[in-house]
């Protein structure tokens, strides 16, 4: 069985009712995520995927085509409207898991960097502080064995262990990603989140992160699923890959299959305008 | 015995960005390839060469057609397999040096070299020896070993491409222009490498354009022509028609 088995997960955001037909309506056929009838946004419908362990799981698309929609229902950060996941580590649909469940499951089983910093971190707490709240979240207790932990993660990630009392604010931008990456990993989840893991990071910076990140997926073998607008970042990390658009996944494939052979009009299209 | 068996391959690009218009990469080709051997493939440019070894790498989706291999749990059909049964048999048989080396920046070449060996299970210094010793064979001098291929020439990047690719010995190794960027003592140190290094658990289908090299390292020769599989002859054919159509040549600017 793959690690992660998810059917039809959908998401509607807006404060109206959805009329019924909102996934009917829009998507890549229609040209749009938004209802014409009532008003709904569609984030993201009908995704079906699959990660087995150890495997990267690319998810290309444009801004708003439901990539960090879909990264954030997996995550468990965010409710969905349908679907069903079948997780290894979890009994029945992933997506139905109560609060406690989730907060289980995001702390030793599932761990996601996000788009945005101040999801992920907190910035008045030291870099170290934030890193150690996970330990604390699965149930460690040691003040030395946390403090002896969070040096191992810092190293790991290459983030310099003297700066771990300083408050996370203080930190570059590259070194805040590293320190939401060290937090993911620690302890040891079997699926790893990234959501758009270089945007705002300068090229080189950028280069030394995901090389960072690739050396400890390939070491730790843990699975991934990295969400990127940008398909230089995908190539780099993905196995395979899923293109999004409009909230539907309109291709996938082996990554280097989905970038020289695209078969789909969009993805030539999105291939090309990188080229 | 024969390790793979290339039945009536078809490849078709639609490019809808320009108003899908259909090409023909490869149109019907047929050939097999005996264990452990070394078989070039030639044509002109725009043959098919690349789009052959793409779709035996399944970077294309074939169109039409098989691609039996005969792995070390039997027999699978590369043109067809599940992406994981292809993932699965890139990491443990198949090997591909693609004309081009796309790395992450920041990896130093040994590394680079290395990282097949060391996800194999090779312990990392023993992985960096070997990497050593191939980029060494190919002249890469010792100083750019620990330095970012993103930094370096053609030819010093294709010497780190073609090192990585053979560094395991994959059971089938794909190899695009695998020297074409190299001047020619390096290009005979890489020849020398390739016969050196690889045994006969190892083979080859390779696309070369240089003749000298194709009567060097092959024992047989694949002719594409327009998309087509124009003929397959054994090297010592290819060396005798190609040497006459150099005397033809020759003869006819009277020399
Ligand atoms: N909280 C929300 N309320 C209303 N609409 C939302 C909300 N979050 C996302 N959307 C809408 O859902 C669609 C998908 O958004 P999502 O953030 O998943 O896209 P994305 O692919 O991650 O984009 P980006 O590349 O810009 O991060 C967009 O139309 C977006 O405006
Ligand atoms: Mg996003
Ligand atoms: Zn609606």
């Given at each position: 069985m793959s690690l992660l088995d998810a059917e039809n997960v959908t998401r509607f955001y807006g404060e109206f009712e959805p009329c019924g037909d909102c996934v009917d309506l829009t998507g890549p056929t229609h040209g749009r995520n938004q209802c014409p009838d009532c008003g709904t946004v569609v984030g993201c419908a009908d995704v079906d995927l699959d990660v087995e362990r150890g495997e990267v799981l690319g998810i290309v698309g444009e801004s708003g085509s439901g990539k960090s929609s879909l990264a954030e229902m997996l995550a468990l950060d965010l409710a969905a409207t349908a679907g069903n996941v079948e997780f290894a580590s979890y009994d029945g649909n992933l997506l139905d898991a109560n609060y406690e469940e989730r907060v289980d499951l995001r702390n030793t089983n599932v761990g996601m960097v996000h788009q945005h910093v101040r999801d992920g971190l907190n910035l008045e707490f030291t870099g170290g502080g934030n890193v150690a709240e996970s330990l604390l979240a699965a149930g460690w207790r040691n003040f030395d064995e946390i403090r002896a932990r969070v040096r191992d993660l810092f190293e790991e990630t290459e983030?310099?262990?003297?700066?771990?009392?300083?408050?996370?604010?203080?930190?570059s931008g590259g070194m805040q990603r590293r320190v939401q990456i060290a937090k993911a990993i620690a302890n040891d989840p079997e699926l790893v989140i990234l959501d758009?893991?270089?945007?705002?990071?300068d090229v080189s910076v950028q280069a030394r992160v995901l090389d960072m990140f690739r050396r400890i997926q390939r070491e730790q073998d843990v699975a991934t699923i990295v969400v990127s607008h940008d398909l230089g970042v995908v190539r780099l990390l993905a196995d395979r890959t899923v293109v999004m658009r409009h909230g539907r996944v309109i291709e996938s494939g082996l990554t280097d299959r989905v970038m020289?052979?695209?078969?789909r009009e969009y993805t030539q299209t999105l291939i090309n305008s990188v080229i | 015995m024969t390790i793979l068996e290339i039945d009536q391959l078809r490849k078709e690009f639609q490019m809808h960005v320009v108003g899908g218009k259909r090409v023909v990469g490869l149109d019907g080709v047929s050939f097999d390839v005996a264990d452990g051997e070394f078989l070039a493939i030639v044509g002109e440019s725009g043959s098919g060469k690349s789009s052959l070894l793409k779709c035996l790498y399944r970077t294309y989706l074939p169109s039409g057609g098989a691609i039996r291999f005969e792995s070390t749990d039997g027999s699978v059909d590369l043109a067809s397999c599940s992406e994981r049964r292809l993932l699965e048999l890139r990491d443990d048989e198949i090997g591909y040096a693609s004309q081009f080396l796309d790395e992450?920046?920041?990896?130093?070449a040994l590394d680079v070299v290395a990282r097949p060996l060391v996800e194999e299970g090779v312990e990392r210094p023993a992985a960096r020896d070997v990497a050593r010793d191939l980029l060494t064979a190919l002249n890469l001098p010792e100083e750019l070993h620990d330095a970012y291929p993103a930094t370096f020439s053609g030819g010093e990047r294709q010497r780190v491409n073609l090192a990585r690719a053979i560094a395991p010995r994959p059971r089938l190794l794909l190899l695009d222009?695998?020297?074409?960027?190299?001047?020619p003592e390096t290009k005979a140190a890489a020849i020398d490498l390739l016969d050196r290094y690889l045994t006969e658990e190892t083979t080859v289908v390779g696309v070369f354009h240089n003749r000298d090299v194709v009567a060097q390292v092959a024992d047989r020769v694949v002719v594409l022509d327009d998309a087509a599989l124009q003929r397959v002859v054994d090297v010592e054919t290819y060396a005798e028609e190609t040497s006459s159509e150099i005397d033809l040549a020759e003869s006819e600017v009277g020399v």
């Open positions: 983030v310099p262990v003297d700066r771990m009392d300083d408050p996370t604010d203080t930190y758009e893991p270089t945007t705002g990071l020289e052979d695209p078969q | 992450i920046p920041r990896v130093p222009e695998p020297t074409s960027a190299l001047d």
